[in-house]
């Protein structure tokens, strides 16, 4: 069978307010905004080590795709997922779900949540697989 998929190239994500979000994944994730376009109420911002981008706009009436709030099961990667949930709520972030260690027959890692201002949710977790 041919490959069909080869590749991640952006996770884009509906929010209600685009100066809110902007400050959320900029100072309290502390990812780097690669653009802006305040007429079309789009960011777009970089993963570390990563060719994908994370893009967020307002979505617009009859637009197809998840409301704002309900994005959940994407998983940023962390060295250190405890320090990065301290840091997070340091900065004003909401944990929704505290870092815990996870023990599978194969792997053992930690995995916690967090939410931005519309209540997207992503897991954050060092899981090397």
């Given at each position: 069978m041919?490959?069909?998929?080869?590749?991640l190239?952006?996770?884009?994500?509906?929010v209600?307010?685009?100066?809110?979000?902007?400050?959320?994944?900029?100072?309290?994730?502390?990812?780097?905004?690669?653009?802006y376009?305040?007429k079309?109420?789009?960011?777009?911002?970089?993963?570390?080590?990563?060719?994908?981008?994370?893009?967020?706009?307002?979505?617009?009436p009859?637009?197809?795709?998840?409301?704002?709030?309900?994005?959940?099961?994407?998983?940023?990667?962390?060295?250190?997922?405890?320090?990065?949930?301290?840091?997070?709520q340091?900065r004003?972030?909401?944990?929704?779900?505290?870092?815990?260690?996870?023990?599978?027959?194969?792997?053992?890692?930690?995995?916690?949540?967090?939410?931005?201002?519309?209540?997207?949710?992503?897991?954050?977790?060092?899981?090397?697989d």
């Amino acid at each position: 069978m041919a490959q069909l998929i080869s590749g991640l190239n952006a996770v884009t994500v509906h929010v209600r307010d685009v100066s809110k979000a902007r400050l959320f994944y900029r100072d309290v994730l502390g990812l780097k905004e690669k653009s802006y376009d305040e007429k079309a109420n789009r960011a777009v911002f970089e993963l570390p080590d990563s060719p994908t981008i994370l893009s967020m706009h307002v979505q617009a009436p009859g637009e197809e795709g998840r409301e704002p709030g309900t994005v959940t099961g994407v998983v940023f990667r962390s060295s250190d997922p405890v320090a990065a949930c301290a840091e997070i709520q340091r900065r004003g972030g909401t944990i929704t779900m505290e870092p815990r260690r996870v023990e599978l027959p194969n792997a053992t890692f930690h995995r916690a949540a967090f939410a931005d201002p519309d209540g997207n949710e992503y897991l954050i977790s060092d899981r090397k697989d």
